[in-house]
């Protein structure tokens, strides 16, 4: 009921996300998601796409200090007050999100988010009626 | 104004013939009571006796960093632990300080040489005198303290931090003089200006300032700005700390109470002495120091000896020149000694971060500030993904090096590969600060 998304340090410095992009070019991974917070100095660049563990071994083995995680990324409906019930509904469990970014995914919105107990978030979305989007469902894409 | 006239303004062959008096006895001192120092001697097939004039000096065996951290704690002292009074301690490269001792003599010896400094800066009994180097382990604070109680003048021991405090006391105490470091001079003048004190409203006339290089420029900016006189004062730890040499109203080099540490340049590279006039490392012999007395301690301070011991003020003791740089790759940041190898050291400790670095100090409104640029490990990130986990190492560091260097540095968390393996000396340190 999750995906695997990469997590990579970056220094806030010009030619380092280039730099990154052109790695997964390299070992033919499409991008699906890609977001990226930061501080003054450094940043964490987010990304979900194809073939997962295969782009983690590609940068890890190039000495990328990237990690893999399993994130939730849930399926919402095109109308205003999904994203509201959604979170409305991990904050109602007590749940805090860690990080958050969306997308689009065929006509839906997907949001994609790290919470502190993600096997809670998930029996809480069930619960609450929403659909999870599965890793395969986004290899298909690609 | 002369603290000791008969010391200072003693002729040549007088002095010499008492340096070479004082060597002599010097040399019997620790060949009997430092076996470091008995067993060097004796693989140089030297015996006191051979140390008979001041020119004798050049026999003798040098003393590096290294020997003192080889000897760490106790082993270049000389007197019984009972005659100690005190123990102070700077900074070393691999985690070990440089442990200096001191007896009730030595202490008087450096208060007499810090008010010969004092004297010829123009401070008098009447003065109030504020001490702006750090009080602790450093010498700065205490060795300049006793100096002004010796003269008679009243020590305002503010230290450093709490600017503004300090700055209406020295405005509302109408404060004569002022020792610190130069660059700590020029913060106080920005953060008077700041708190919109005109320096007319202050009363500062001298400032002893040291413990960190400086240039001419600097001078004149800081007198400018304080309304003061600004003038060098020279020492080091391991000899007694601020004392050693000091410059007097003509200004043209700084004086060396060489009555008690005999200065001496030669060439770092062939150790062979080099004449007057000369460029090169200074090396110092304490002459009467008990505690710690060192022979041919070289100070990797680089500079010369002045020409000519006629000095319009009356003093005959030699001068030298400002120090212009450094044998080694010490910084002086703050007042305080810091190696790169301090920084390798304890980044090799720490797992998450690779074996690579870079120091860069820059001069921030006035004061000296240290980044210390490490790489992470990329296996350390593949357990964290936030940016927590990333602060969080950044912390770590910070606090081991504070704990190390005894200065707080920001340190920067760079990813993997991104720092230039260092090559050769000098790659790791960037120096933004600029002696203007």
Same mark, same amino acid.
Not at chain 2, 60 to 74: A, G, H, I
Not at chain 2, 364 to 388: C, K, Q, S, W
């Given at each position: 009921?999750? &995906? ?11 030619g380092?996300?280039?730099g990154l ?5 390299e ?6 998601? /890609?977001? /990226? ?5 450094y940043?964490?660049?987010? /990304? ?23 994130v939730?990324a &849930? ?6 007050g ?16 860690a ?10 919105g ?13 029996e809480?979305?069930r ?5 999870? /989007? ?7 894409l &690609? | ?8 303004t ?10 070479? +008096? ?9 060949? +009997?009571?430092?076996? %470091? ?9 030297l ?15 040098f ?5 003192l951290?080889d000897?760490y ?6 007197? =019984?632990?009972?005659?100690i ?14 442990i ?8 008087e ?10 004297t ?7 003065d109030? %005198? ?6 602790g ?6 060795g300049a ?20 405090k ?20 020029? +913060?106080?003048?920005?953060v ?8 007319s409203e ?6 002893a300032?040291?413990a960190? =290089? ?7 900016e ?10 060098n ?14 410059e007097c109203?003509?200004?043209s080099?700084? +004086? ?6 005999f ?6 590279v062939?150790?062979?002495p080099l ?9 110092f ?7 710690? =007395?060192?022979?041919?301690?070289r100070t ?32 002086i ?6 190696f ?19 120091l ?10 240290l980044?210390v ?11 964290a ?13 910070s ?7 005894s ?11 991104s ?9 790791y340190?960037?120096?933004n600060?600029?002696?203007?």
């Amino acid at each position: 009921m999750t &995906v695997h998304q990469l997590s990579i340090f970056i220094e806030n410095k010009a030619g380092t996300l280039v730099g990154l992009l052109r790695q997964l070019k390299e070992a033919n991974i499409s991008l699906i998601a /890609i977001s /990226i917070s930061d501080t003054m100095d450094y940043g964490i660049c987010r /990304i979900i796409c194809s073939e997962p563990m295969k782009a983690y071994e590609f940068l890890k083995d190039a000495g990328v200090a990237v990690s893999l995680r399993e994130v939730i990324a &849930v399926e919402l409906d095109d109308e205003p007050g999904r994203a509201a019930d959604a979170i409305g509904i991990l904050s109602d469990e007590g749940l805090s999100i860690a990080y958050m970014y969306s997308f689009r995914l065929t006509g839906k919105g997907v949001i994609v988010f790290r919470t502190d107990d993600n096997p809670r978030a998930i029996e809480a979305l069930r619960r609450g009626g929403l659909t999870m /989007i599965r890793e395969d469902d986004l290899s298909k894409l &690609v | 104004m002369i603290w000791n006239e008969h010391k200072e303004t003693m002729s040549r062959d007088e002095m010499s013939a008492m340096q070479g +008096h004082r060597l002599h006895k010097m040399v019997d001192y620790v060949y +009997h009571n430092v076996p %470091f120092y008995r067993k060097k001697l004796q693989e140089m097939d030297l015996i006191p006796d051979d140390i008979r004039t001041i020119e004798d000096i050049v026999k003798l065996p040098f003393t590096t960093k290294q020997d003192l951290r080889d000897n760490y704690p106790y082993g270049l002292q000389a007197a =019984p632990q009972s005659e100690i009074i005190r123990i102070h301690a700077s900074s070393g490269t691999t985690g070990n300080p440089t442990i200096v001792v001191y007896t009730r003599r030595d202490i008087e010896i450096w208060a007499e040489c810090m008010a010969r400094c004092l004297t010829a800066y123009g401070m008098t009994r009447n003065d109030t %005198f504020s001490v702006s180097y750090g009080y602790g382990l450093f010498t700065g604070g205490l060795g300049a303290h006793y100096g002004v109680e010796k003269v008679g003048g009243a020590v305002v021991p503010a230290s450093t931090g709490n600017t503004e405090k300090h700055i209406r006391l020295i405005r509302d105490l109408g404060i004569d003089g002022i020792a610190c470091t130069p660059s700590y001079a020029l +913060h106080l003048a920005e953060v008077m200006e700041q708190l919109g004190i005109d320096k007319s409203e202050i009363k500062l006339r001298i400032g002893a300032f040291g413990a960190e =290089p400086w240039t001419e420029n600097m001078r004149q900016e800081i007198e400018s700005r304080l309304g003061l006189k600004a003038y060098n004062l020279y020492g080091l730890s391991e000899i007694m700390g601020p004392c050693v040499s000091f410059e007097c109203s003509c200004q043209s080099g700084s +004086h060396i109470n060489e009555d008690h540490f005999f200065p001496e340049i030669i060439d770092p590279v062939t150790l062979e002495p080099l004449g007057r006039g000369k460029h090169g490392e200074l090396v110092f012999t304490t002459l009467t120091k008990q505690g710690m =007395p060192l022979l041919r301690y070289r100070t990797r301070d680089l500079c010369s000896l002045i020409e000519g011991d006629d000095c319009p003020c009356g003093r005959k003791m030699v001068r030298m020149s400002p120090v212009m740089g450094r044998s080694d790759d010490m910084l002086i940041i703050r007042g305080i000694n810091v190696f790169p190898s301090q920084v390798e050291s304890v980044i090799l400790d720490i797992p998450e971060c690779a074996p690579r670095y870079l120091l860069v100090v820059d001069r921030v409104d006035n004061l000296d500030t240290l980044t210390v640029h490490v790489e992470m490990r990329p296996e350390y990130f593949a357990g964290a993904d936030t940016i927590d986990a990333i602060t969080d190492l950044a912390k770590k560091v910070s606090f081991k090096l504070r704990s190390v260097l005894s200065i707080n540095a920001q340190v920067q968390i760079r990813q993997p590969g991104s720092l230039e393996r260092s090559v050769g000396k000098g790659k790791y340190v960037i120096d933004n600060r600029v002696l203007r």
